[in-house]
T-cell receptor
């Protein structure tokens, strides 16, 4: 089946530092990847849509200069949280849509970010 | 855009009980509808989906029927197991035909032996 991995699974950093999260589709090519944020006991909120080779599309209210997204290849997208602050602490989840398919997304296991 | 309203939890059932988690949708046209499951400590997994009206999605004993008359996609299972304990999310595309998904608030199910 389609597998999506995320690295790291858990990261703790100091306030003001930047953190990079990787999302990889392991056995398929993903033209489109999505980044979500999940707060405790809440649903997933879409942050941005990442298309290979082009700029990401951010949802309203998401700061594109703070959450940098790069989708440089068909199997890798990265989310960089710049100058992280405690309010950025959250569970970040990526998903990938296989090239040539229409509606099924495969989700990564998530990355728990804690900013001290 | 499209949206779903999902039954709030938590839901606690005894093993072998019947499960229903309600989900109703508001959408333009007839988008695909999804149920995702998130087991403790894991990422979301697609549980089942239906792509058009009257379709029934099924997987692992779970079923959901795409009902346009009632704009619903309720999740059901006849006999739950302890291993079904998880959070269940109803979802649909933000806009019909789009790729990005709108998720319901999630319903936490706990099955006790």
């Amino acid at each position: 089946g389609a597998v999506v991995s995320q690295h790291p699974s858990r990261v703790i950093c100091k306030s003001g530092t930047s953190v990079k999260i990787e999302c990889r589709s392991l056995d398929f090519q993903a033209t489109t990847m999505f980044w979500y944020r999940q707060f405790p006991k809440q649903s997933l909120m879409l942050m941005a849509t990442s298309n290979e080779g082009s700029k990401a599309t951010y949802e309203q209210g998401v700061e594109k200069d703070k959450f940098l997204i790069n989708h440089a290849s068909l199997t890798l997208s990265t989310l960089t949280v710049t100058s992280a602050h405690p309010e950025d602490s959250s569970f970040y989840i990526c998903s990938a849509r296989a090239s040539g398919t229409t509606d099924t997304q495969y989700f990564g296991p998530g990355t728990r970010l804690t900013v001290l | 855009g499209n949206s779903v309203t999902q039954m709030e939890g938590p839901v606690t059932l005894s093993e072998e009980a019947f499960l229903t988690i309600n989900c109703t949708y508001t959408a333009t046209g007839y988008p695909s509808l999804f149920w995702y499951v998130q087991y403790p400590g894991e990422g979301l997994q697609l549980l089942l989906k239906a792509t058009k009206a009257d379709d029934k999605g099924s997987n692992k004993g779970f079923e959901a029927t795409y009902r346009k008359e009632t704009t619903s996609f309720h999740l059901e299972k006849g006999s739950v197991q302890v291993s079904d304990s998880a959070v269940y999310f109803c979802a649909l595309p933000h806009q019909t035909g789009a790729n990005n998904l709108f998720f319901g608030t999630g319903t936490r199910l706990t099955v006790i032996p």
